[in-house]
Structure formats: structure tokens, C-alpha cells
Nanobody, 125 residues
């Protein structure tokens, strides 16, 4: 399994960005793809996740209502649409994947075995 993240950049406060993560490998209905981020001096934190069958979507409270995660099965891609960006959203964003992650652990980085390289998002005030 290989993950390739793209789409980071620099925007002003209130701006928008779209991140993409291309997934190379076999997917199952139980496959979960997630986005995490690490801000300078902080731990990696959960942002959003989606089950490949599309039945379940999860968001952290800090991004709910502003970010939207979606997947394109035909392209094996998961996207993270980020709107109303704030300076506190500045971080390196990582996509991650694994199979059969329970709802109880889906927000924990240790639940994921496959990670893409990070992509930097910078939001200036």
C-alpha cells in the first residue's frame, strides 16, 4: 500500500484548500482512510476519516462544519476540502489508511499502518 498526498499550500485566514490522497493497493469495504495533522510543537492529531464503503465519516470537533472528507472509488483517492481556514489549522497534514479499524480507535494514529508523506498547510492571519 502506498499513499501519496498533495494539495498543501499557503492561504489567508478564511481561505480554502483541497488536499488529495491517492491510494495504491487493494481496497476493501472495510478500508479506512484518514487525515491527521501535526502542528509545530504538537502531537499528531486526528482530523477526519472515511470508510471506503462511504457509510461512516468522522471529524474532529475542531474541523467539523469547515472540512469535508470524501472519496472517489474510481480514482482510489480521498480528498479533504478545507474551508474557513484558520491560523490554528497550520500544520503538516498526513493521510493514512488501514483495514478494519473500529469506530473506537479510528481517531488514533496507532490504528493506521499505512501513511503518506505530509503536505504543509500554512494559514496566515
Amino acid at each position: 500500500v502506498q499513499l501519496q498526498a498533495s494539495g498543501g499550500g499557503s492561504v489567508q485566514d478564511g481561505g480554502s484548500l483541497r488536499l488529495s490522497c491517492a491510494y495504491s493497493g487493494r481496497t476493501f469495504s472495510s478500508t479506512v482512510m484518514g487525515w491527521f495533522r501535526r502542528a509545530p510543537g504538537k502531537e499528531r492529531e486526528f482530523v477526519a476519516a472515511i470508510r471506503w464503503n462511504g457509510n461512516s465519516i468522522y471529524y474532529s470537533d475542531s474541523v467539523k462544519g469547515r472540512f469535508t472528507i470524501s472519496r472517489d472509488g474510481a480514482k482510489n483517492t480521498v480528498c479533504l476540502e478545507m474551508n474557513s481556514l484558520k491560523p490554528e489549522d497550520t500544520a503538516v497534514y498526513y493521510c493514512a489508511a488501514d483495514n478494519a479499524i473500529s469506530g473506537h480507535t479510528i481517531r488514533f494514529p496507532r490504528a493506521y499502518n499505512y501513511w503518506g508523506q505530509g503536505t504543509l498547510v500554512t494559514v496566515s492571519s
